[in-house]
């Protein structure tokens, strides 16, 4: 049975940071490409972040770049959200969810999905 597991998620106020996490079971997290998405409420899910299999290749949303840095630890079959300098807009809930040709694109295309993480961002 594959299971994503999100964690690390809690309050924080502006400026702060988080780690969010991602533990895969039943799959291997390494063959597959993993995204970060987000949903506040009221608004549609958006991508935040995605780590391809092949080469490692990252990508951002505008709204997070140079402050969230996305890395998977392959032995540990986890990958990681680093949230820095967080903002109130960053409040939602965060999803990892997996795809299986190993390559990022829109969350349609992913085939495994956590359960989610709330982090708000306030003072």
């Known amino acids: 049975q594959v299971q994503l597991v999100e964690s690390g998620g809690g309050l924080v106020q502006p400026g702060g940071s988080l780690r969010l996490s991602c533990a895969a079971s039943g799959l291997a997290l390494d063959y597959y490409a993993i995204g970060w998405f987000r949903q506040a409420p009221g608004k549609e899910r958006e991508g935040v972040s995605c780590?391809?299999?092949?080469?490692?290749?990252?990508y951002y949303a505008v709204s997070v770049k140079g402050r969230f840095t996305i890395s998977r630890d392959n032995a540990k079959n986890t990958v990681y959200l680093e949230m820095n300098s967080l903002k109130p807009e960053d409040t939602a809930v965060y999803y990892c969810?997996?795809?299986?040709?190993?390559?990022?694109?829109?969350?349609?295309?992913?085939?495994?999905w956590g359960q989610g993480a709330q982090v708000t961002v306030s003072s």
């Open positions: 780590i391809s299999s092949s080469d490692g290749r990252t």
């Open positions: 969810a997996a795809e299986s040709m190993g390559l990022c694109g829109s969350s349609d295309g992913y085939d495994y």
